[in-house]
């Protein structure tokens, strides 16, 4: 579904990314780890068009996507989370997703107060509130809503653009350890067919949602595996989780 090759970009004096390349297959979950600075939050952003390569090809279905935008991108079906929440506080969470699934139908900026008879962008709404679990605050203002809450809505602004390769940056970021227990069930039900790559710091979310894990460490790819095989490796102990090897 997705191949990267030989992705570099530098910022400065260093190579943040250095030749970097890796692939995954339709409805494959896949775990994106590694230290600070290894690269992680560059790399996702090249993929989704924030950012444009130094070097390098990205392939998405067999077509060379590299450097497109990102709107052009959500239109071919890929959709992202961002670690740091933006959305609109002021409005309410079916606001929020009927927005997200204005921008998708290609209806324009239409005013969200001023949808009228737009029947089915409401039954849509509705139906992703469902999913995401946010159907009892369908109404309230965002910036009432708890943090947890809050991070639900950005993941039910992914899936209301449709996507077959969904991109989710730190989505337990700021949660407690009950709210995210609650993430992961959200994920595992939610996710179904559809691709996806995680970065996460937290190995819990990591090890539950994940079919293969990429280890990165410097720009590099240090190794990939199942979660058992990247558990069991010395190396990524060494450079992710600070452990001496013998």
Request: overall charge neutral; aromatic content about 4%; glycine content about 12%.
């Amino acid at each position: 579904m997705l191949a990267l090759h030989g992705i570099s970009k530098s910022f400065g004096a260093g190579p943040v990314l250095d030749a970097l390349s890796f692939s995954i297959g339709p409805g494959e979950r896949r775990g994106l780890i590694g230290p600070n600075g290894a690269g992680k939050t560059t790399l996702i952003n090249i993929i989704t068009g924030k950012l444009r390569p130094d070097a390098g090809r990205i392939l998405y279905r067999g077509r060379d996507i590299t450097g497109l935008p990102p709107h052009r991108l959500s239109r071919l079906g890929i959709g992202r989370s961002f670690q740091i929440l933006s959305l609109f506080g002021e409005a309410s969470v079916g606001e929020n997703i009927r927005g997200a699934l204005l921008g998708k139908s290609r209806l324009g900026t239409t005013p969200l107060k001023r949808l009228g008879g737009r029947e089915e962008i409401f039954a849509e709404s509705e139906q992703i509130a469902a999913l995401a679990g946010l159907l009892p605050v369908l109404s309230e203002r965002v910036d009432t809503l708890p943090y947890g809450l809050q991070r639900r809505l950005d993941i039910a602004l992914v899936l209301a653009q449709a996507p077959e390769l969904v991109i989710l940056d730190e989505p337990a970021a700021g949660l407690s350890a009950a709210e995210t227990r609650d993430l992961i069930d959200l994920l595992k039900a939610i996710i179904g067919k559809r691709a996806l790559i995680l970065v996460e710091h937290d190995m819990d979310v990591v090890y539950a949602l994940s079919d293969r894990i990429t280890v990165l460490d410097y720009g590099r790819v240090l190794t990939e595996g199942t979660p058992e095989e990247v558990n069991a490796d010395p190396e990524v102990r060494r450079v992710y989780l600070g452990e001496a090897v013998d």
